[in-house]
């Protein structure tokens, strides 16, 4: 079995990881639902990427280099844009058919409560579930249709390697598109102060 790499314990120089669990929902969603993206994976994407994420347990840790490699064949094929749009829609969809958090979207949109920052709110709570060493996030309103997620003590990896903020911003947008808005993210980098800013904005979607 392949070892997931550990994150090293000191603080601008920690090697983030991310939960196994996370990435084997992605290479099924995209198995299930974007199945020619799948296949490309499959050819282009590094072997030890692959090995790493289906040898590991869900609840192991797989270092962001080897994470990386999976990123990055996606944003090669399909361009920021549409790769960010591939993270946004893994998320809905595993929200809204999570057993125990699904229900209660279905619920909360039901009944109109389901506010755009009611959300929000939520990401700092569970980032730790999916993300290790990756900067502690908070969350604040920024006006009557966004809010701005904040990292602070961010490791130099991220900074050196931005790729990773294509996943991390889809997946901020599908949060806020839980709602039923219509959701695009801007995300800022300050490396003298080791923080990453991401402002996501929402609107009513656009009628068909």
């Given at each position: ?73 996606i944003?090669d ?107 695009e ?24």
């Open positions: 079995m392949v070892e997931p790499t550990q994150s090293r314990p000191n603080a601008a120089g920690q090697r983030p990881s991310v939960r196994a669990r996370a990435l084997k929902e992605t290479l099924a969603f995209l198995d299930e639902y974007r199945p020619e993206l799948a296949r490309m994976v499959e050819v282009d994407a590094p072997s030890d990427t692959l090995c790493a994420i289906r040898e590991a347990l869900p609840v192991d840790w797989i270092s962001a280099e080897l994470s990386r490699g999976l990123i990055e064949v944003v094929e399909l361009g920021a844009h549409d790769g960010l749009n591939v993270w946004r829609d893994l998320v809905t969809y595993r929200l809204r058919h999570s057993s125990v958090i699904g229900p209660l979207i279905s619920l909360a949109t039901t009944v109109g409560f389901a506010a755009p920052w009611s959300f929000a709110k939520q990401v700092p709570r569970g980032w730790e579930n999916t993300y290790k060493d990756y900067g502690s996030p908070r969350v604040s309103r920024d006006g009557a249709q966004a809010v701005e997620f904040r990292w602070c003590e961010v490791p130099d990896y991220l900074f050196e390697n931005p790729i990773h903020y294509v996943a991390i911003q889809g997946a901020l947008i599908g949060v806020i598109e839980l709602s039923g808005q219509q959701a993210s801007q995300i800022e980098f300050a490396r003298d102060i080791r923080q990453v800013s991401a402002s996501v904005r929402w609107r009513e979607p656009s009628a068909s």
